[in-house]
């Protein structure tokens, strides 16, 4: 029994120190947990290192101060703050709800047109349109024959080319202007409904003399100058073409 007690003894003395050690681990532990806050707010800069909680404005006045811009940092009214900024009038438009009743305008569609005959490019009614009914200009009677006058212009009116007496001052005078002739000469571009002359002049461009012409009409005024310069103007063969002609 003796021994028993003398081995159960020195266990406990060889188990202290083990106590011991553990006792000054955790003492320790606690030591560096209680110094952790002090470092951390040792490493953190200045603007950091309070932990208070502070008013929008004061955070505002803060961040400006800490700007560090060479022109400094742009001027702040004292009484504004983030939590007074708001949107421009019309920055945020209201949502178009659709389907809420006929008074708001978008019910059967909702705004999307209709389909068919509305969305179809050139669809739809002209002006001249009766619902179905026979239009107002077919019900008129109808009239014999047709009116130039109401009809294209461009199809029916006679188109000249025209050709200037300032165009022919450089003209050969054994050379008979003719509509083929002013075409080769580039004075006209083409023949059209037929050739005629008018009395436009320049200064310092004289009409040379004895000039003959064939299958050409002339202005009044023209005409009052080549025959003052004794221009040959071919009425004479055309005039003896109708009278030879045989009568019907």
Request: positive net charge.
């Amino acid at each position: 029994m003796a021994k028993k007690k003398k081995s159960k003894s020195a266990g406990a003395k060889k188990t202290a120190p083990k106590a011991v050690a553990k006792k000054t681990s955790a003492a320790k532990a606690r030591a560096a947990k209680a110094s952790a806050p002090a470092k951390r707010a040792a490493k953190k800069p200045a603007h950091k290192a309070s932990t208070e909680k502070k008013s929008v404005a004061k955070r505002t006045a803060a961040a400006i101060a800490r700007d560090h811009r060479p022109d400094g940092p742009p001027p702040a009214h004292p009484g504004v703050t983030l939590a007074m900024l708001r949107e421009n009038h019309g920055a945020r438009p209201k949502r178009t709800r659709v389907g809420r009743g006929h008074g708001s305008g978008m019910v059967k569609t909702g705004g999307e047109g209709g389909k068919g005959q509305t969305v179809r490019s050139g669809g739809g009614k002209g002006p001249a349109f009766e619902g179905g009914q026979t239009p107002w200009a077919r019900r008129l009677p109808h009239k014999r024959g047709y009116s130039q006058k109401a009809r294209d212009i461009g199809h029916f009116r006679t188109t000249y080319a025209v050709v200037n007496l300032s165009a022919l001052a450089g003209w050969d005078a054994h050379v008979e202007v003719s509509p083929q002739a002013l075409v080769e000469r580039r004075l006209i571009s083409k023949v059209g409904d037929g050739v005629k002359v008018l009395g436009g002049t320049k200064s310092g461009k004289a009409l040379p003399s004895g000039l003959k012409f064939r299958d050409v009409l002339f202005s009044q005024s023209a005409r009052d100058a080549l025959n003052a310069a004794g221009a040959n103007l071919g009425e004479e063969a055309e005039t003896a073409a109708a009278s030879s002609a045989p009568k019907e």
